[in-house]
């Protein structure tokens, strides 16, 4: 072979060198050149003893910014095409060799790129416009979809609700079918039908709203009817339903989670505000919401209802006058101990409430309440009032930017000066805003408000007028409007379609070219009325509008950058984080709660286990050494496995109570006795803990929820007891132990514990309390165990406790991004809660189907 110019090395062609020197260029980091004249830094002076604070920090600086810079072009080095520089939510599969998957604005860029490669451009496919049968294709189509609607409409048992009688009856064929509704579209058309009732827009909506009754499901296209006879679509399913998982639950068909992996993210933009740059977004119109008005003249019909369902909570001050969101607890009307769940209540007025709860518990508390008193007017707006709910430090900047008002307005003004604002917390409890917003769809695109104080930092006198300057009255009447089932009417009048939106911007732009934004004319043009409150506890935003009004809001809200959508995994993982329940997951101590625990998800991880191979399962039952001493009554894993097991804790507790307030020793077994029934009743006799245990076996060949008038369990704690008195002081003489154990609640309270040390918890994982002779190795574990070369010693010996130091179940588990380990919610009993020192706080966390012990230190969860 011949020798080479390139001694032995292979050519570079341009494309390759010129990548080469552009990977190089972007690598670089520049750097502040030293002082010519000396040839040393002048961060220091003259003598070199003392620093120069302004000159040092000038030299860092550029040094920050110079990396900042190589870093950006470092990143976009290595993109050799435009569609490898798109963000993750904006790539597609065949981007790469179809440019109508890139967006509009790269298009260009992209076919030079293709050209310049010799790649083949993947033609637009062109309708063909040749007539058959005399018509075009898009009419031949539209006369196809007519064909088979009408076929659809005579036959789908659905929608005979909305067609006239003749239409959908048995023994009427097609022909005349069609003549029936060709007789109603004629008798609309004329107006001289008084049956049909006639819409103020073109768009289709209308107030969806029950007075005293529950509403119907609203009316969408016919084609999309059979699909919501069960499950109802929110005003966003078709969007959700593109970008999401999506879920039947509770009646609606909800976003589960985002298609795209968001866990990271999530906890990046909405857990802390000096993290964020962004904001997560959710359609909530799933939330029931309920206006009830107090008709008589004091209200006090009212106020004492408010007081029964929070139990006197919500009737402060704070929240009946100066108007203050309320989140917390719903109890029932009838029983105060029985509690429905959590739920969010405002006061309109001193006659009138806004409540929301969740869709699971809606139609149960709109009931008792409609029972409750005639005086009361209740208006059930589940499909008339819409919510967004929205979290992140770029939540008020994304609303401000899709939002404005018709008129000049004090609510909007204050709306303004706080747009710019990253931090909610720096905000007072009560911010609430309420204003006429124009049709979203205006702005050709999201535009953030420019006022006086954009650009500079708000001051504390300024949010301090934000309380004292507040616009009670104008706040109030746009409230009244909201809650007015005419008021939410009107605002639907003259409500544009997309067509006749694309023609006013059109004519805007041939007059004015510079504007793109439609001018609101308020003689014609409907006006939004929206309220804007901030959620104190779970310390995001909720804004409340009429239902046919969020799509548009939302559509505009999704256009701002940085702004992503989520569903109710990410808003479970958000209270996860924040160390609060999230319903009903951990609500064990409510009906809805105890359902979902026992039946859904234990028949949904019990059903995923089954799936799998029986080579691939995890055997429960020859799991050994779980306990330090293993009783005869059971082997392996102890209680359900794939649920928290309320019922074995309630059983196991108040039979080592029992067995404690009879003065007896707790053995494990009596190997004397030769039966284990009381000769008195024949019931079960408890003197030892495999009789505990014997007595939940018989309890448990009873399938959790199947018994209508099953009585949960466990029952929510209102305060810590007294240390060292009895929970569970029961009169036993009349009753037979068996009888006292199985019925007596147990009463727990929500903890939230974290791990010292490694460990990833899961849901359903066992909680225990560290054995008074273990306590000393345990809390030398919280100290660190070290070896000699200094580092932990993870590999000892670890002492295990027994069954009887079972004291709760993890509810929610996983591992928390910002804290750097495994952190749980679950619920613990009570009375051991109040016997542990405030320094000794320690507990043992084990998962389910292992061996392994965790130590975790825990905090109470106030509620």
Request: charged fraction near 25%; glycine fraction near 4%.
């Amino acid at each position: 072979m011949s020798g080479s110019k390139s001694g032995g090395k292979k050519q570079l062609n341009k494309n390759q060198l010129f990548k080469r020197q552009k990977v190089r260029n972007a690598r670089t980091i520049r750097t502040e050149a030293l002082s010519s004249a000396s040839g040393k830094s002048d961060d220091l002076s003259e003598s070199g003893g003392m620093l120069r604070v302004d000159q040092f920090v000038h030299s860092r600086k550029f040094e920050i910014e110079q990396l900042q810079i190589a870093m950006i072009k470092s990143k976009a080095s290595s993109s050799t095409r435009v569609f490898q520089s798109l963000p993750r939510k904006l790539r597609r599969r065949t981007a790469s060799h179809n440019v109508r998957r890139i967006p509009k604005r790269m298009r260009n860029r992209a076919l030079r790129e293709m050209m310049k490669s010799d790649q083949q451009v993947v033609a637009k496919e062109r309708i063909k416009k040749n007539k058959i049968h005399g018509l075009t294709a898009s009419q031949l189509y539209k006369m196809k979809m007519s064909v088979k609607l009408l076929r659809l409409a005579g036959k789908s048992t659905s929608l005979k609700l909305a067609l006239p009688e003749n239409a959908t009856a048995s023994n009427c064929n097609l022909r005349q079918k069609i003549k029936t509704l060709q007789k109603q579209i004629k008798e609309a058309k004329s107006f001289s039908s008084s049956n049909v009732k006639f819409n103020n827009n073109k768009m289709g909506s209308y107030d969806n709203t029950g007075i005293s009754k529950l509403a119907p499901i609203p009316k969408g296209r016919i084609k999309y009817f059979k699909r919501q006879r069960f499950f109802t679509w929110l005003p966003t399913h078709i969007w959700n339903a593109k970008r999401s998982h999506m879920i039947k639950r509770w009646g609606c068909q909800l976003p589960w989670s985002p298609t795209q992996k968001c866990f990271k993210m999530t906890h990046r933009i909405a857990s802390y505000s000096a993290t964020s740059d962004g904001a997560l977004c959710m359609d909530s119109s799933f939330m029931g919401t309920m206006i009830i008005k107090d008709t008589s003249e004091e209200h006090t019909i009212l106020q004492s209802l408010v007081s029964r369902l929070t139990n006197k909570r919500a009737i402060l001050r704070k929240y009946r006058q100066s108007q203050t969101w309320f989140q917390g607890l719903f109890y029932s009307i009838k029983d105060s101990t029985n509690i429905w769940g959590p739920g969010d209540l405002f006061w309109v007025n001193e006659g009138t409430i806004l409540l929301r709860v969740h869709p699971s518990i809606y139609v149960s508390i709109f009931n008792e309440i409609a029972t409750s008193d005639k005086e009361l007017l209740l208006h059930d707006c589940r499909y008339a009032l819409a919510s967004i709910t929205i979290k992140g430090a770029k939540s008020l900047t994304a609303l401000s930017s899709a939002l404005r008002s018709v008129t000049p307005s004090a609510s909007f003004e204050q709306f303004k000066l706080i747009s710019n604002l990253t931090d909610e917390n720096v905000l007072p409890q009560k911010a609430i805003f309420a204003f006429d917003a124009i049709d979203p769809r205006y702005l050709s695109a999201p535009k953030r408000i420019h006022s006086i104080n954009s650009k500079k930092e708000i001051s504390v006198d300024a949010i301090l007028k934000l309380q004292n300057d507040y616009p009670q009255e104008e706040i109030r009447n746009i409230l009244l409007k909201l809650c007015d089932p005419e008021c939410r009417e009107m605002s639907y009048k003259n409500q544009n379609t997309l067509k006749e939106l694309s023609s006013r911007r059109q004519k805007l732009l041939i007059s004015t070219p510079q504007k793109r934004q439609i001018q609101h004319d308020k003689d014609s043009d409907p006006s939004i009325p929206l309220l804007i409150a901030k959620r104190p506890r779970t310390q995001d935003w909720v804004i409340i509008l009429p239902w046919f009004w969020l799509l548009p809001l939302w559509h505009q809200i999704n256009r701002v950058p940085r702004v992503y959508h989520f569903g109710l995994r990410q808003y479970q993982q958000l209270q996860y984080e924040q160390r609060q329940l999230y319903f009903p997951d951990d609500y064990p101590f409510t009906n809805v709660g105890f359902m979902e625990n026992s039946l859904y998800k234990r028949q949904s991880l019990k059903s995923r286990w089954l799936k799998k191979p029986i080579g691939k399962r995890v055997n429960y039952d020859k799991i050994n050494g779980i306990h330090s001493l293993e009783l005869p009554a059971f082997s392996g894993e102890i209680g359900d496995y794939f649920s928290c097991d309320w019922e074995l804790l309630r059983i196991l507790r108040n039979g080592i109570d029992f067995l404690t307030s009879q003065g007896k020793e707790l053995k494990l077994i009596d190997s004397r006795r030769t039966t284990q029934f009381d000769s008195n009743d024949n019931s079960r006799a408890i003197n030892t803990l495999n009789d505990v245990i014997e007595l939940y076996k018989d309890v448990r060949t009873i399938e959790p929820g199947t018994s209508s008038t099953e009585e949960l369990p466990v029952t929510l704690a209102s305060s810590l007891p007294t240390p060292g008195a009895s929970l569970h002081a029961t009169e036993i003489k009349n009753e037979s132990a068996s009888l006292i154990i199985t019925q007596t609640t147990l009463p727990i309270v929500a903890i939230s514990c974290n791990f010292i040390e490694r460990g990833h918890p899961h849901d359903n994982a066992r909680i225990y309390r560290i054995p008074d002779t273990d306590l000393s190795y345990w809390l030398q574990v919280a100290n660190g165990v070290y070896r000699a070369d200094g580092k932990k010693d993870h590999e000892q010996n670890i002492p295990k406790p027994s069954v009887i130091d079972l004291i709760g179940f993890v509810t929610t588990a996983t591992y928390h991004l910002g804290e750097g380990n495994g952190l749980a919610t679950g619920f613990i009993d009570a009375h051991i809660a109040s016997t542990m020192p405030l320094e000794q706080k320690y507990i043992l966390v084990r998962n389910v189907g292992t061996n392994i012990y965790r130590l975790a230190h825990w905090e109470q969860i106030i509620m």
